[in-house]
């Protein structure tokens, strides 16, 4: 695919505008899903699978990279979609493939310029890790106020926004046993994957507020279905 945008877009679009807002990610998600369900490793995880599904992850993501927040206000949010991945008992070497198949379909579908896949990309690997820490507990776990649907951007994630004045705090449950180890520099890596087209090295940026790390006691195994 040809790119309209160079880097230097980063200065002035947001991901969302970069990357060619919904309709780029319902291209997207329709290719990546169309290879994770022809895949024997992973068309498991996704027995439930419908159509619907394809637009609603690129509503999810459209909100994540900038663009309008529908999967709050139509489809549950942050919890909603946390809450899909409990009782899956996501394994690694899933997740991995996971990675390589949204690589492939990244590449094909989004517009060329090593930073956007990159960050894009990192997003991805971000996530996953998320979701496969919240499928090791059993579905109906309380994960506590997991906060906004987090946002994307040309730097990584964005900071939630700050509580208004006088609001009350609610309970937050803490991370516990987060994904990843430290680099050189302190800070957390990620590992497991790396993306043989852009060859980059993945950073992972902390949990959010109040998803589960680990947990749940369950041994990895193949789930049934996923967001």
Known sequence: MTDHRSDSSAGSDGLYEAIG???ALRRLSDTFYQGVLADPLLAPVFA???PAHVEHVA???AEIFGGPDRFTTDLGG???LLR???GLAITEEQRT???ELMAEAVHKELPEGELLRRR???YFDWGTRIAKDVSASPAGTDLGDPGPTPRW???GLKSPPEPAPGAAAGHRRRPRNPVGREGPDGSQWAHGFSCATCDVRLRRPPLPRGVLGGGGGRRPGRGRRAR
């Open 120 to 122: 894009v990309l990192e």
């Open 84 to 86: 899909a991945h409990l």
């Open 78 to 80: 942050h919890q909603s």
């Open 97 to 99: 493939r996971w990675m």
């Open 21 to 23: 807002g919904l309709d």
């Open 153 to 155: 951007g040309w730097e």
């Open 59 to 61: 509503v999810w993501l």
């Open 48 to 50: 439930d699978f419908t």
